[in-house]
């Protein structure tokens, strides 16, 4: 955030990236629709055949999937200023150790066990380099 002028920090991004995120994606299913009505010449059909937003099934999971992904941007901005972009930034991205976790054991997406085998040494592989970029940190101070 050394690029940041004033008083603004990596929070201070925060909103307008919401406000960017949902102004690209109503562009963007203004964008559909208009393909839609140039190709069947009808704003009803063009409706249609846009996909259903399924509010009554996933408002519950879809707004608590948004809410934890916000918390984790949030975090991940945090840890950044908090820790430097090398640290903050790989420690960030080690939740996909998290996620793959949760895909072998879990949801058992991955069951061959020289695979899995492979993934864990990619993991340990992983947790080392954010260690030793740890280290490296600290003693750089």
Do not use: Q
């Given at each position: 955030m050394h690029y940041a002028t004033g008083n603004v920090k990596g929070?201070?991004?925060?909103?307008?990236?919401?406000i960017g995120a949902a102004t690209v994606t109503i562009f963007m299913w203004l964008l559909r629709y208009m393909y839609h009505l140039?190709?069947?010449?009808?704003m009803w059909e063009a409706y249609?055949?846009?996909?259903?937003?399924?509010?009554?099934?996933?408002?519950?999971s879809g707004a608590?999937?948004?809410?934890?992904w916000s918390m984790g941007n949030v975090g991940s901005i945090v840890a950044v200023e908090n820790l430097g972009q090398g640290v903050g930034y790989s420690a960030s991205q080690a939740?996909?150790?998290?996620?793959g976790m949760w895909g072998?054991?879990?949801?058992?997406?991955?069951?061959?066990?020289?695979?899995?085998?492979k993934w864990?040494?990619?993991?340990?592989?992983?947790?080392?380099?954010?260690?030793?970029?740890?280290?490296e940190s600290r003693d750089g101070d």
């Open positions: 929070l201070g991004y925060v909103i307008s990236f919401s140039i190709r069947l010449k009808s249609d055949a846009l996909p259903s937003f399924h509010l009554r099934v996933m408002w519950a608590a999937a948004g809410s934890l939740a996909l150790l998290v996620s072998i054991f879990f949801f058992k997406e991955v069951t061959n066990p020289k695979i899995i085998g864990f040494v990619s993991a340990f592989v992983t947790i080392a380099g954010i260690l030793l970029l740890g280290y």
